[in-house]
T-cell receptor, first 113, second 110 residues
């Protein structure tokens, strides 16, 4: 069974803390994505990657960075968390050129106090 | 900026009803179209792709109108288990990030 695993389902952090959200997929997918989902705003793309060590900004990259050192792992980093980064974060992966079927992780709900 | 617009709903329908959602997209270069389903507190999952000729999967029918830049999803004989948020999704090509609509919430009532 295909799987995208996000390291933490729920996190509570304080303003200014550095936050790491980890995502691992076991499908040998080339493409990986980080979204955040907020009520009334839908899914918004933060960063994506089509290959190891490659990254591209999405629609809302400010305040975030990413790391893809291995094909199966895509990390989202909040260098200095702020309250407006309280959200549900969803990682997804897909096969190259197959656009359309994204496989999502269960999500990480981050609260920044 | 590429946009995908959906009526947020909620659509509250009785069991057995037929319900239709529409979605419009702004980028005329869009090539691929999909409907995703997201249950409450769960991650989105692919429901079906949308082909130019229209396609059907059981009680679900998806249609694409390129001239008017909209896609639709028709659900016949609604079940309680169809209650979810339905996300309209488009992309330019096979390897371009998907653009998600904000979703339409459906509640099927007994």
């Amino acid at each position: 069974d295909v799987k995208v695993t996000q390291s933490s389902r729920y996190l509570v952090k304080r303003t200014g803390e550095k936050v790491f959200l980890e995502c691992v997929q076991d499908m040998d997918h080339e493409n990986m994505f980080w979204y955040r989902q907020d009520p009334g705003l839908g899914l918004r793309l933060i960063y994506f990657s089509y290959d190891v060590k490659m990254k591209e900004k999405g629609d809302i990259p400010e305040g975030y960075s990413v790391s893809r050192e291995k094909k199966e792992r895509f990390s989202l980093i909040l260098e200095s968390a702020s309250t407006n980064q309280t959200s549900m974060y969803l990682c997804a992966s897909s096969s190259a050129g197959q656009g359309g079927e994204l496989f999502f992780g269960e999500g990480s709900r981050l609260t920044v106090l | 900026r590429k946009e995908v617009e959906q009526d947020p709903g909620p659509f509250n329908v009785p069991e057995g009803a037929t319900v239709a959602f529409n979605c419009t997209y702004s980028n005329s270069a869009s090539q691929s179209f999909f409907w995703y389903r997201q249950d409450c507190r769960k991650e989105p999952k692919l429901l079906m792709s949308v082909y130019s000729s229209g396609n059907e999967d059981g009680r679900f029918t998806a249609q694409l109108n390129r001239a008017s830049q909209y896609i639709s999803l028709l659900i016949r004989d609604s079940k309680l288990s169809d209650s979810a948020t339905y996300l309209c999704v488009v992309t330019d090509s096979g390897n371009t990030p998907l653009v998600f609509g904000k979703g339409t919430r459906l509640s099927v009532i007994a």
